[in-house]
C-alpha cells in the first residue's frame, strides 16, 4: 500500500506534524510506503477556473507551471491521500485550500475531456483543531466527503485531536494512540 500525506500546516514543526508522526510510524512499521509533502515549501497558485484543465484528455492538464504538478503526480502514485491540516475559521489551512481547487483537472466533467484520473483513490483527514471535534471540523470534513463523492474516492473518515494545551496536546498517549488506529484503519482498506 502507498500513503500520501499532504501536510498543509505553515508550522512545519507544529501540532498538525506533531500528529502525523505516529500515524506515519504505524504505518511504516507495517511496512506500508509513505510520502510525506509539506505543502508549505511549494508554489501552488490558486485556480484560475479556466476550465482548460477540461480539454485535456488523460491528463491533468492544468496551464500553470508550479508544484501543483508534483502534487498530482505523487496523488496518482498513491493508494490512499491524506490531507492534514489545522483547522483555521472552519476550513482547511490556506495551501491545503489551493491544492484542494487546482484538482479540478483530476475530474474531466466538464469539457471536452471525459473521465476521472484518480478514481477509486482513498482520502481521509487528519486534523488539529480549537473548538470542539464536529464543531471545528464538520465544514472541512463535509467538503473532502462531498468532494469524494463526486470525484469516485473512497472517504475514509476523519482523525482530529483539540488543541488544548499547544503542543502537549498532540503529545498525549491518548492522541497519539488515535493516529495509530487511524493509520491502522487505513491500512485495513487495501481496497
Known amino acids: 500500500m502507498k500513503v500520501l500525506i499532504l501536510m498543509g500546516s505553515p508550522r512545519l514543526q507544529g501540532n498538525t506534524a506533531e500528529l502525523c ?3 506515519m510510524e504505524e504505518l511504516q512499521k507495517n511496512n506500508v510506503e509513505v510520502k510525506y ?11 484560475k477556473g479556466c476550465y482548460a ?9 492544468c ?7 508534483y502534487v498530482v503526480e505523487q496523488m496518482l502514485w498513491a493508494d490512499a ?16 485550500k ?12 466538464y469539457g471536452s475531456a471525459e473521465g476521472c484520473l484518480w478514481e477509486g483513490k482513498k482520502v481521509g483527514i487528519i486534523a488539529t483543531h480549537g473548538y470542539e471535534g464536529d464543531y471545528a471540523t464538520g465544514p472541512f470534513a463535509t467538503g473532502v466527503e462531498r468532494l469524494c463523492t463526486h470525484s469516485n474516492l473512497e472517504y475514509m473518515g476523519i482523525y482530529s485531536v483539540q488543541d488544548e494545551d499547544d503542543l502537549a496536546s498532540f503529545q498525549t498517549d491518548e492522541a497519539k494512540e488515535g493516529a495509530r488506529e487511524f493509520a491502522r484503519r487505513v491500512m485495513e482498506l487495501k481496497g
Open 37 to 47: 509533502i509539506e505543502l508549505e515549501k511549494l508554489n501552488i497558485a490558486p485556480c
Open 98 to 109: 489551493a491544492v484542494l481547487d487546482r484538482h479540478y483537472g483530476l475530474n474531466k466533467y
Open 63 to 69: 496551464v500553470q507551471q508550479d508544484d501543483m504538478s
Open 53 to 61: 484543465c477540461q480539454n485535456v484528455a488523460g491528463a491533468y492538464g
Open 21 to 23: 508522526k505516529p500515524f
Open 81 to 96: 491521500i491524506i490531507l492534514a491540516t489545522p483547522i483555521y475559521a472552519w476550513y482547511c489551512a490556506a495551501s491545503m
